[in-house]
C-alpha cells in the first residue's frame, strides 16, 4: 500500500499535508512562533516535580519553542522531532541538547527512562492510540504526559476579530478540543487541565508572520495565501491597538496532563 510520504503532494489528505508543511519554513516557525509560559510549563510538570532537574522528552519538539523553556527551568532534556528541516534549526539554536529523529508513535528511546513527556502545539497530529502507548512506555511509572496548546484570548475584542480574519479561531478551537489527552485512557491516570495568560510582542507585520506559519495557511493555494495575508495586515492597520508600533498579543496556554500508572 503506498503511504502519505510516497503519494504526490496533491493527494495526500489534507490533515497529513498540515502535519507535514512546517519543514519548508522552519527558520520562520522559529522566529516568529511564540514560547511558552513558565508557570504553564511548571504546572506540566507538578505531578513529578522534585524541585530538581527531570529528565523530559520534548515530543514533537519542532525547532525548540517548549525545549527553551524547560532548559531555563534546568531539566534533562531529550528533543525528538520527525522534519529534518525543524530538528536542524532546534540543534541549531539549542546545541546541548540531545536532539534526535523520531516520531510520537515510535519513540526512539528505552522503556521507562522518562519523568515526562511533553507536547508542544503537537498532540493533534498524533496518532491518539499508537503515540499514548509510546509515551506510556518511555515514562516511568507515575511519570507524566502534558499537550500545552497556545492559542487567541478571544475575550480581547480586537483579538477575536484577529481570529475570524486569520481563520487561526477556527484553527485553535479545533486543536484545543479534538484530541485524546482530556479523554480517559488505560495506561493513564488523574487527568488534568490548566489554563495560563501568555502574551507575545509583536508588530502587525510580525502578527502576519506568524500567522503565516500555521499549517492552515502553509497548504493554502497561493493566490488565497495571498489575499489572507493582505486581509490579516489590513485588520490590523485598521484597530488603534495594532496600527503602528509594537503591541502585546493576548494568548491563552491550554495544558492537558495525564500521570503514567
Not at 495568560?197 to 495571498?226: K, Y
Request: proline share 6%.
Amino acid at each position: 500500500m503506498t503511504s502519505a510520504e510516497d503519494r504526490p503532494h496533491h493527494e495526500i489528505p489534507h490533515h497529513a499535508r498540515r502535519a507535514k508543511s512546517f519543514g519548508a519554513r522552519a527558520s520562520d516557525y522559529a522566529a516568529h512562533r511564540p514560547d511558552y509560559p513558565v508557570d504553564a510549563v511548571r504546572w506540566a510538570l507538578e505531578p513529578v516535580s522534585t524541585g530538581g532537574p527531570l529528565r523530559v522528552l520534548d515530543l514533537a519538539a519542532g525547532t525548540g519553542k517548549l525545549t527553551g523553556v524547560l532548559c531555563a527551568e534546568g531539566h534533562d532534556v531529550t528533543a525528538v522531532e520527525p522534519d529534518e528541516a525543524m530538528l536542524s534549526e532546534l540543534v541549531r539554536l539549542h546545541r546541548g541538547v540531545r536532539a534526535l529523529p523520531g516520531r510520537a508513535e515510535r519513540i526512539p528511546l528505552p522503556d521507562g527512562t522518562m519523568d515526562a513527556v511533553v507536547a508542544g502545539q503537537a498532540f493533534h497530529w498524533f496518532d491518539p492510540e499508537l503515540a499514548l502507548v509510546e509515551i506510556a512506555r518511555v515514562l516511568r511509572p507515575g511519570g507524566v504526559v502534558a499537550g500545552l496548546w497556545n492559542g487567541d484570548d478571544v475575550d480581547v475584542e480586537w483579538v477575536a476579530g484577529f481570529s475570524e480574519v486569520s481563520g487561526s479561531r477556527v484553527s485553535t478551537t479545533l486543536f484545543e478540543t479534538d484530541h485524546h489527552l482530556g479523554t480517559p485512557h488505560r495506561l493513564f491516570t488523574d487527568d488534568a487541565e490548566g489554563v495560563f495568560g501568555h502574551s507575545q510582542r509583536r508588530t502587525a507585520e510580525t502578527l502576519v508572520a506568524t500567522i503565516s506559519t500555521h499549517s492552515h495557511v502553509l497548504v493554502a493555494p497561493d493566490e488565497e495565501r495571498e489575499q489572507l495575508l493582505s486581509k490579516m495586515l489590513s485588520y490590523l492597520k485598521s484597530r488603534p491597538e495594532t496600527a503602528t508600533g509594537e503591541f502585546e498579543m493576548p494568548m491563552r496556554t491550554v495544558v492537558r496532563r495525564k500521570v503514567r500508572r
